[in-house]
């Protein structure tokens, strides 16, 4: 059968990125249109899981790669065995969630077979036959139409941009385990760091997210043994985020930070919400003591409803905001986090 | 250790960024080299001060992009060569990946190639990629720690983010590194470096002179460029006596408006 549409499924150790099967939504939509159908591809050691969840959540058919050379994530070997798959496959377009591995995945495949890529597309249509993507540049502040006169077309799909297919259990579909011979690279796995807890920042529906303001609480008086001015300031910023954990944890969303608090040491730089940190979708961002400079917005101005909490009512979050409380973020935070618990009956 | 770092010239980031009739403009925001890539320079010079050697900056673009190469320099590194040629005017990563990966090689003999995690004009992120790609040699990306870094036995071990995870690789000599911005912090140009960068004749490589006959089409056309519908939000304030109040007022509101 051939499948015109090829989408990556993205894995962490077997952990899905939900961005996969709004992926293969997606291509669905498009196999309507150009015709062939969508083959999820699979690549990974005991992923067999995955491929069924490829197959509920639309896919005509899997390509599954289970290999142990497959268990570890490294560019390289990825890139060739999904070079492979996709050409075998005579596939016209190539969807991939947009993660931290993809876009170089996406990149490397491209040269592999001499092909346009464009990363992190936050809209697709087809028009005469052709593939249109729409991505945002200069960190959201413009956004381009782009087309490929090469197939096939690489495109990396930006998390939460586009639908979730409702998963059909029981949805039958072939998987095809391929035989692909893993050529060896030079890069090896050591081994990995502790990850981090909690809602990752770009799959999360809700957010919230504290700056500076969350150190400026001057009723909190620092343990004796701290002196120096500014361990003071880290230690009030940490209490600061206790309270902004707290409210997450009740609204069950991922913790995010401006970069004035990531630099000042209050939190660290995986939780960077901006420019030069994460882009992020959500229904519901919280900004706590967050002025809401253009670097920040560029990270979150898409997220459906803002709400903002600052002293200062000209700050400029509040001009994207949907609701806004002009007030000290330490007196609104606990009881927010109260009400709202009670709200949702936890 | 020879190292190359390649950087961009980009708008600032503050810039206020317009298009009319296909065509964008920054009003007059300063050009500035690409703020992911201060890190690159920072980290190949940190390379080159434990190990020795030298840096040279590269980057493909316009006249003006001598001023972000300048700015390499001024930070300290020893050489820099642009890389402008009419043939390089509508391309895309696959196309500018395959004039560095070109220059790289032209180079000679080098051990690492240091790249910023994305240019801010494009927001593209794979250029990286494809340069290693095309020069065959590991890519390690988004790598926020240098763990180890050996000349001798040719070998680096670094750590990369991997989403919530960190990933901790080792890989051989030559290699690509992307790095993100937790891996150092940039310094500022001295005084000294500043003087010494003003007075740099950069030289500029043609296609000719990396040794490229042909240069591709870019695969990407751009049919279209336009500002994204403005969000219009008409910024609700909660307001009331007490912060109590004023924290159920406000939950009330995200429960009546489904926002929760
Ligand atoms: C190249 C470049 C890239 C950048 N990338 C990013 C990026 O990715 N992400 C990012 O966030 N920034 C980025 N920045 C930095 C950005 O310009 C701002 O400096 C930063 O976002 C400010 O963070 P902030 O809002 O927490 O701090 P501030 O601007 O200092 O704002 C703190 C706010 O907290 C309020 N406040 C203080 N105390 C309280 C209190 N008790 N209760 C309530 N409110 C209070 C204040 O009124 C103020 O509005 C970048 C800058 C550059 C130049
Ligand atoms: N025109 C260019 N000249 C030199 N380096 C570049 C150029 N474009 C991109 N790069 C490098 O590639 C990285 C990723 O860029 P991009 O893929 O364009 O987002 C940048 O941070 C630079 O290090």
New binding site residues.
Partial sequence: MSSKVCVYVDHFQGRSSPASWEAIGVATKIGETLGGGVAAIVLGEKVEELAKHAIEHGADEVLLVDDASLKDYIPETHASVLSKLVTDAGAEVLLLPTTDRTRELAGMVAVDLETGVTPDVVDVEVKDGALIATRPIYAGKLMTKETCTTKPHVLTLRGRAFPKPEPETGRSGNVNKVDVKVEAVTTEVLGYGESEAGVTLSDAATIVS????????PKLEPPAEITVEQEQEIWRAQQ?FELVRSLAGVLGAAVG???????AGYIPYIN???????VVSPDLYI??????????L??MRTSKNIVA????SE???FKLARFGVV??????VPPLTSALKERLGK | MNIVVCVKQTP???ATVTVSDGEVSWGDAPL?LN?WDEYAVEQALLSKEAHGGKVTAISLGSEGAKDALKQALAMGCEEAILINDPAFENADSLVVSKALAAAITKLGEIDLAFFGRQA?DSDTGVTFAQVARRLGWPALSLVAKVEALDPGAGTIAVERMLGSARQRLQTKLPAVVSVV?EINEPRYPSFMGIRKASKAEIPVWSKADIDLAEVPEAALRWPEIFAPPKIETECEFIEGETAEEVANKLADRLVEEKVI
Wanted: hydrophobic share 35%; net charge neutral; with cysteine.
């Fill in positions: 504290g700056g500076r303001g969350v150190s400026n609480n600061g930070a401006s970069r004035a608090a990531v630099d960077q919400v901006g420019q030069t940190g994460k900004a706590c003591g967050i002025s809401g400079a253009i670097q920040h560029a990270g909490i600052n002293k200062d700050a400029p979050i007030g000290d973020l330490f007196d609104i | 600032d980031t503050a500035v703020p801010v911005k």
